[in-house]
């Protein structure tokens, strides 16, 4: 395999068209398109329910351009707002319920955003809150059908994480995710009828995903049931695509009971998944597969089955990638239109357009992507180069660990060595903890043994710390910031 690997699109997208959700309703308007705590709303009801949503925020002042700031955990409040927008030309700009108030605050100042809409009240100024009627029976006030609008024209901000501390806010149109969806669906069959659950936030690309690949195929998006456990919710909704992190997965199979039959495939993002991971899922004929994505390219950019070699899969249609120097570049119909700032959407691509990932990638022999790190994970130890994940993926490797994060920790002598965080059965042997810092200390030994012959020795985590409690992961990537943070409070 060369050091490039491109692909162009097999499909043109058209500058005008009525979004997906619309089409969904006029050619299957019975089809379920959401699922709300055992309640189903066909296609035809919510085409409605966005009708006159977006009339209601047109009366109000919301117009082609502006963002409107949605703040709140999934529901279907959330599901309306992004097609209504979507319908109005307005930027759906959702952000996490879970940011304190003065970075909320910041986000409203920093990009100027007029209205927003909480699922609480909040105390925001320079904003106005609004009070809109989601109750299924409104309808337009008028005869009204859909009417054809620029597929081009920007339609959602979801804020990155970045490395920068403040989050960047990227900006794609409809055709970017539609152009998305397809290139998942090539891998990935979603049908008319498939129910996909949106254990996403929509705050992330992978739920915003989730939306627009159901309404192109009139499938049915399942909001999670919090009164009900995740194997009850696929037995009640008849569930056959899922996004799930790996402590979703681990509950799920702990149930042995669990009627799993329905379920067609299992996305479970990138990286390495543990060999008991997979040993579990085979044994109970579930399909799984693993990606490479990220906001910028709205979604999934590789896919394929899950391995615990820790590949991505191979590029999906609509994408081109290439590797440079070892450091991965994008571009394709799904690249995002840019960062909004306040000098406009400013494109971060070089002269022929390809995007900079910061992501270090190699394709294997049969043509899958390896994601090797991050460059900015990347430190050094006695003059040798650490990559954080490449240790990870060989912890993981262990039948009784799941997850690993491994970040560097100061040393006199050799200037930084590596630590890890592990989450497993591993740790509900006789481990013994320090009253300080929670180190683990009793199974270092085992795991020197273990990693003798998959890793160097100056690679080999000189410390071990348990997964940090009541640390929560939303996306399908782990919050590496959030999770060493954590054990570096505790250690002070």
Known sequence: MSESQTLASSQSISQQGISPLHSAALTSPTQTAVKCNGHDISYARLSQMVLALGEQ?????????????????N?????????????????FFPISPRFPLAQVQGLI????IPFYWSETE?????????????????????????????????????????SSGFPKAAVHHLANHIANAEGARSLIPLVTGDAWLLSLPLFHIGGLAILNRCALVAATVVL?????????????????????????????LADKQASLKSIKALLLGGGAISIDLLKQLEQRHIASFTSYGMTEMGSQITTGPALSDG???????????????????????????????DKGIEKPLDAEG?????????????????????????FISGGENIQPEEIEAALKLHPLIDEAIVFSQPDVTFGQLPAAIIR????RSETIYSNTSQEISSIEAELEVFLADKIARFKRPRRYYPWPENTEQTGLKVNRKQLIAAIQSESC
């Open 424 to 427: 497993g059965d591993i740790l």
């Open 109 to 112: 100042d920093s990009h100027q």
């Open 354 to 378: 390809w995007f900079y990932t910061k992501d270090r990638g190699e394709w294997d022999a049969n043509g899958n992507l390896k994601i090797l790190g991050r460059v900015d994970n990347m």
């Open 311 to 341: 590949t991505s899969g191979k590029l999906l249609l609509g994408r081109e990638l290439k590797i440079v120097d070892g450091v991965i570049w994008v571009r394709g119909d799904c690249l995002f239109m840019g960062y909004l700032t």
């Open 224 to 252: 999670p049931d919090p009164t009900l456990p995740l194997q009850a919710l696929i037995e009640r909704d008849g569930l056959t695509h899922a996004s799930l992190v790996p402590t979703q997965l681990l509950n799920l």
């Open 57 to 73: 925020l047109t009366c109000i002042g919301v117009g082609q351009g502006q963002p409107l700031a949605c703040i709140s955990r």
């Open 122 to 162: 909040l105390a925001l100024s320079s904003s106005h809150p609004l009070t809109l009627d989601f109750s299924l029976d409104v309808s337009p006030a008028s005869e009204q059908a859909a009417t054809a609008f620029d597929l081009y024209r920007p339609s959602n901000v979801i804020l990155t994480s970045g």
């Open 75 to 91: 529901n279907l409040e959330m599901i309306c707002l992004y097609w209504a927008c979507v319908d109005i030309g307005a930027i």
